[in-house]
């Protein structure tokens, strides 16, 4: 049985970068859909697809996305809220990451959102992952 979806996913898409895949595979949840949201908004990845597979089970491709020198764009993702330790931010804590070249994916009360978009709500949340 798998704890966490999330870290299962990025460790999806890490590993497909590492191996230069142009689509990886993951599991299927609202809070995935919403992670993918984000990073294709920021431009991590090209697209994503939702596919109903048998027995009412969804998965989600991923097309990746890459440099002119055939390197991922994804340098770093890291699950940083866990199961076992939930990590909070408030949204002055959000203001940037990585000088403004990375992003914090947080979940709010809004939604699934990026650091920058959750600063100018000026509402704060669960740290899901930081990307950069």
Known sequence: MM???????????????????????????????????????????ESYKVIDA?????????????????????NEIKRVSKPGR???KSSSELKNFKNGYGTIIVTTNKGVIANDE????????EVLCTVW
């Open 3 to 45: 704890n966490d979806i999330i870290a299962d996913a990025l460790t999806r898409i890490r590993n497909a970068a590492l191996r230069k895949l142009e689509v990886a595979t993951l599991l299927h949840s609202n809070t995935i859909v919403g992670i993918l949201e984000v990073l294709q908004q920021k431009e991590y990845i």
């Open 54 to 74: 048998e027995n009412n089970k969804k998965t989600v491709q991923v097309t990746l996305k890459y440099d002119d020198n055939d390197n991922s764009v994804i």
């Open 86 to 88: 939930r990590v909070y």
């Open 118 to 125: 959750a600063y100018a709500s000026k509402v704060g949340g």
